[in-house]
Structures are given as C-alpha cells and as structure tokens.
C-alpha cells in the first residue's frame, strides 16, 4: 500500500508558476502508477496527468498539455506536477492519487488519495 501526501500549493498570480509534491510511503512506489487530479468549488473533480509506475508513459488532459509536466522520483517515492503558465482556471484542490500497475485517466481506477492541496491562481 502507499499513503500520498500532497504538498506545494499555494496563491499564484496568472502566468506563474508552482510545483506540486505528492510523497508516499510504503516500499512498493515503484509498482503503482500515479495521477494528479483536481476539484474546483462546485465542480466535479477532474483529470489532470499521470505517470506509469515506469516513469515510461505521461498522460495530460487537454487543458493543461503544454503547460504542466508530471514526473517521479523513485529514489524519494515522490511525484511532481511542474505548473507553469497558470491561469484563474487551474483554481482547485489538486489530490495525488495511487494505482496499482498501468496509468489511468479515470480517477475510479485510483484506490489511494491524498487530503489535497489548494491551488489559487488570482487574475
């Protein structure tokens, strides 16, 4: 098993940056694939990127390809989401997710969450 712990997030202003940390406990990092998802108030919570348990295969949506960029750190069992070019819309909690072998896109797949982190990006 692995617990994430979100870190990173903050207030912004547009077309800055920030770089959100998820650390995980547990020896067995390197066997789940990760994803970062968010949740703006009255909304659904949404997709944003993922990485494969091998670091080999990325996934974005689509509003946010080009602009951010997740990674992982075996050696640290952590996951990064290098925000950049930030827009009032990127507004949410922002929750590190777990998932044993293959990325996913579809937060159901997810067994593991964070408590999440606020991500505030004013105009």
């Known amino acids: 098993q692995v617990q994430p712990v979100e870190s990173g997030g903050g207030l912004v202003q547009a077309g800055g940056s920030l770089r959100l940390s998820c650390a995980t406990s547990?020896?067995?990092?390197?066997?789940?694939?990760m994803g970062w998802f968010r949740q703006a108030p009255g909304k659904e919570r949404e997709f944003v990127a993922a990485?494969?348990?091998?670091?080999?295969?990325?996934y974005y949506a689509d509003s946010v390809k080009g602009r951010f960029t997740i990674s992982r750190d075996s050696a640290k069992n952590t996951v990064y989401l290098q925000m950049n070019s930030l827009k009032p819309e990127d507004t949410a909690i922002y929750y590190c997710?777990?998932?044993?072998?293959?990325?996913?896109?579809?937060?159901?797949?997810?067994?593991?969450w964070g408590q999440g982190t606020q991500v505030t990006v004013s105009s």
């Open positions: 990485i494969s348990w091998s670091g080999g295969r990325t």
């Open positions: 997710a777990a998932k044993y072998g293959g990325g996913s896109w579809n937060d159901g797949d997810y067994g593991y």
């Open positions: 547990g020896r067995t990092f390197s066997s789940y694939s």
